[in-house]
């Protein structure tokens, strides 16, 4: 069998893991951890640092292809590897999603509409920024933010400047609030031959700038959204000749999607398909980066409901596997921390059919 490398031994990872070793593969995980969700459950791992060149070159040579799950690995050491093994996606959608000002610029280029944003690299920036976000706004550092970390909201009446420095006093996006009915998010895969597929886009909702749940089907005003939504993530995907899932999340506004931000990768967004679709998000990726055949996206349920379980949530197991209808993923994670994403459950609804008595 083939070896997949996937840099980073999050829970991304784990998944990534598991799906291809019911496909035959098995992984090698590259992180600075000891010990991690991903590696835990992979056939190899490489303790290092992202930018251990030596390490690196030690992982590549041990790999048929690599891949990432993990959005702040640095792009330099894996473009070096990238001419020894096929890297998958290309380090150029890991660039571009590693810093929000490129991405903006790379998604609005191809037609698509954000919200009004000003880009302050320094605390004199940030009048300019304000002025063309207006307020509300949020600023969020250009580099390195996930689940809200990095982010501050300016109210009016606040001292703009004092909230850049509260998130984080670093290059930063300032972008105008969006007042949005609904969040949701496009993920597709893209194959290596450019066979593209989506997945149904469920309606997100978050709590405190977190993603808490995720629900199939989304609301109306969603679904009407969601052709426009999708022919922008496929341009997106095709002008980066993207191979593997790639996630697009957007706000449903009056005036139709707004983008917000993409991921090179698969999303705590898509868990739900795990159970809820024919082919999960984890699965295709995995096909899509050893070039197999992409799998069907279509729905396998009714509904799907997906619930992170953050910090002591996780404590709830026992009365969440009580219920037939919850399938309970639990990450393996030693610690639990308010605000860490230590598992996650589906609660998926099938017609009822007839059991043999
Ligand atoms: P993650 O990568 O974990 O999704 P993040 O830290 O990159 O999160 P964003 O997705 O940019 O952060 O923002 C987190 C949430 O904050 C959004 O899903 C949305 O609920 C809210 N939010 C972000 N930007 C805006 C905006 N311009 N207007 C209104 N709400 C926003
Ligand atoms: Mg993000
Ligand atoms: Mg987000």
């Known amino acids: 069998g083939s070896t997949i490398g996937i840099m980073g031994g999050g829970q991304l990872g784990r998944m990534l893991s598991m799906a291809a070793a019911q496909l035959g593969y098995r992984c090698h995980i590259f992180a600075p951890e000891e010990t991690s969700p991903g590696a835990e459950v992979s056939a190899a791992s490489s303790c290092a640092d992202y930018s251990d060149d030596a390490a690196l070159s030690a992982f590549a040579a041990a790999c048929d292809v690599v891949t990432y799950e993990f959005e702040n690995v640095p792009v330099a050491p894996l473009a070096a590897i990238a ?28 037609g ?16 300019a920024a ?56 496009v993920i597709l895969a893209r194959g290596l031959d450019g066979d593209i597929r989506f997945w149904d886009s469920a309606e ?12 199939i ?47 090179p990768r698969v999303h705590n967004s898509g868990h739900w398909t795990i159970e809820g679709a024919f082919t999960s998000q984890f699965e295709n990726h995995i096909r899509a980066i050893c ?39 639990l990450y393996g994670k030693h610690r639990a921390a308010p605000g860490r994403k230590m598992g996650h459950v589906t609660r998926i609804s099938l017609e009822p059919r007839a059991r043999q008595p």
């Not at 689940?147 to 300016?154: I, P, S, T």
């Not at 977190?210 to 629900?215: A, E, G, N, V, Y």
Request: hydrophobic share 45%; charged share 20%; glycine share 10%.
């Open 204 to 215: 997100n909702a978050h709590v405190a700038g977190i993603l808490d749940r995720s629900s």
């Open 83 to 110: 001419g020894t093994v096929p890297l998958r996606p290309s380090p150029r959608a890991l660039e571009i999603a590693q810093s929000r000002i490129d991405e903006k610029r790379f998604v609005t280029d191809l």
């Open 291 to 329: 070039g197999l055949p992409l799998g069907e996206t279509a729905l396998a349920c009714h509904s799907a409901e997906m619930h992170n379980l953050i910090g002591e949530d996780a404590s709830r197991w026992p009365d969440l596997l009580a219920d037939p209808a919850n399938h309970l993923h």
């Open 130 to 185: 304000i002025a063309i976000a207006g307020t509300p706004a949020i600023i969020k550092s250009n580099r390195m933010g996930y689940d809200g970390k990095g982010q501050a909201r300016v109210m009016p009446g606040d001292d703009p400047v004092a909230r850049w420095h509260q998130a984080g006093g670093v290059p930063a996006i300032i972008e105008g609030f969006v007042d949005f009915d609904a969040e949701f998010s």
């Open 112 to 127: 698509g509409r954000a919200a009004p944003y000003g880009f302050a690299e320094t605390a004199e920036d940030v009048a």
């Open 217 to 263: 089907p989304a609301s109306a005003a969603i679904t009407a959204q969601v052709p426009a939504a999708r022919a922008l993530a496929a341009k997106v995907a095709q002008a980066l000749d993207y191979v593997g899932v790639l996630t697009l999340e957007f706000f449903a506004t009056g005036d139709g999607p707004v983008f917000n931000e993409m991921a």
